[in-house]
Every structure is written in structure tokens, then in C-alpha cells.
T-cell receptor, first 114, second 111 residues
Framework: EAQVTQNPRYLITVTGKKLTVTCSQNMNHEYMSWYRQDPGLGLRQIYYSMNVEVTDKGDVPEGYKVSRKEKRNFPLILESPSPNQTSLYFC?????????????FGPGTRLTVL | SQQGEEDPQALSIQEGENATMNCSYKTSINNLQWYRQNSGRGLVHLIL?????REKHSGRLRVTLDTSKKSSSLLITASRAADTASYFC???????????FGTGTRLQVTL
């Protein structure tokens, strides 16, 4: 089944404790991205990757890191989480790198930073 | 500010009625997409309309695009309780490799 998977789905952590949210897609998509969703603010892009070893900042990259060592995986790293990073996070992928084609979303990771 | 803004923010209708949601945006676009999100879950792509298209249909969905007014509408005909969800428009602009999402319309369909 074609899908985007994220782990963990739920995470409660404390300020400053490094964490990684994994994202994997099995559709051989070149383009992957991370979004955060907050009430009243919609979805905002954190980082995106157009291919292996190619990543770039989205609208709200501060406090986040990503890597793209393999085509299928695009982990989101919070080196020192803070309470303002409490949010619902989505990974997405798409086949086309241009014309912002249809994106396929993962199920989301609900992160709480205490 | 958001590129895409949906209107209304919330909509409550009865099953069988039609639901119309609007999206306005600010800059020129390559395409506009509509997504659905069930509570707390991932977004699901519904339909994509390119900037040179004016109307598109998919099942019970009808999307229109007016580039002169920088607006789009999503019509869901004969709504069902299962259509209860949040609906987001997203715009793709220029050569930017990203979509910009609006804040969504929350649709409630009651029996």
C-alpha cells in the first residue's frame, strides 16, 4: 500500500531533550516536506527536500533540523525542544518537484513539550 | 499572513444539502488544491485545479477558479455525515517548491 508513515504518533517530552520524528514513504517520491499545524494558523512548512542530500528551509525552520540521506526517509530533528514547538506535525511527499504536485500526507505526530 | 484564506471558518449543514467553501489568495499561482482533514488526522488530497482551468469536477466535488479575483470555491453536493471534516485550500506559486495552506473551513454535516 502506498503510504507515508510517521513515528512516533504521539510524544510527550521535556524542554531540551533531543528528539527525532521519523518519516518514510514507499512511493519513490523525490519531494518530501515537513509541516506543523497549530490552531488558527493552518499548516506551515518547516523544511522541504527536493531529492537526496538536497534540503531547504520552509516558512518556520527555526529550532528544527532535517536530513535526507535516503530517498524514502526524511527525519525531523529537534535538537533542543521548547514548549512553543508543541504542535501537530505532518510529513508529506510528492512525485513532482515542480508545479507543486499533489502531496501525500502522513498520519501526523502530536508532540507536547513540557 | 496566509496566502490562502478560507471562508467561512465554520459551516454547519444538514445531510443532503450542498456545502460551499471559498478560498482567496494574494499572489499569482500555478495551481490551487483542496485537501480534507478528518479530526487530528493527515490531510487527504481532493482535487487540483491549474491556473489555466476554470472549473473541475470529481464525483460530488466541484471546484472553480477565478484568477482575476484570486479566488476559488469548493462545492460539495448532496453532503453526507462522512463529509464532516476540515477543508483546506493550498496554492502553488511560481517555481517555489511548496504549497501554502490556508487556515481551513470546518464543515459539520448533521443527520
Amino acid at each position: 500500500e502506498a503510504q507515508v508513515t510517521q513515528n512516533p504518533r504521539y510524544l510527550i517530552t521535556v524542554t531540551g531533550k533531543k528528539l527525532t520524528v521519523t518519516c518514510s514513504q514507499n512511493m519513490n517520491h523525490e519531494y518530501m516536506s515537513w509541516y506543523r499545524q497549530d490552531p488558527g494558523l493552518g499548516l506551515r512548512q518547516i523544511y522541504y527536500s527536493m531529492n537526496v542530500e538536497v534540503t531547504d528551509k520552509g516558512d518556520v525552520p527555526e529550532g528544527y533540523k532535517v536530513s535526507r540521506k535516503e530517498k524514502r526517509n526524511f527525519p525531523l530533528i529537534l535538537e533542543s525542544p521548547s514548549p512553543n514547538q508543541t504542535s501537530l506535525y505532518f510529513c508529506a511527499s510528492s512525485f513532482a518537484r515542480i508545479l507543486t504536485d499533489t502531496q501525500y500526507f502522513g498520519p501526523g505526530t502530536r508532540l507536547t513539550v513540557l | 499572513s496566509q496566502q490562502g484564506e478560507e471562508d467561512p471558518q465554520a459551516l454547519s449543514i444538514q445531510e443532503g444539502e450542498n456545502a460551499t467553501m471559498n478560498c482567496s489568495y494574494k499572489t499569482s499561482i500555478n495551481n490551487l488544491q483542496w485537501y480534507r482533514q478528518n479530526s487530528g488526522r493527515g490531510l487527504v488530497h481532493l482535487i487540483l485545479i491549474r491556473s489555466n482551468e476554470r472549473e473541475k469536477h470529481s464525483g460530488r466535488l466541484r471546484v472553480t477558479l477565478d484568477t482575476s479575483k484570486k479566488s476559488s470555491s469548493l462545492l460539495i453536493t448532496a453532503s453526507r455525515a462522512a463529509d464532516t471534516a476540515s477543508y483546506f485550500c493550498a496554492t502553488g506559486t511560481g517555481t517555489a517548491s511548496k504549497l501554502t495552506f490556508g487556515t481551513g473551513t470546518r464543515l459539520q454535516v448533521t443527520l
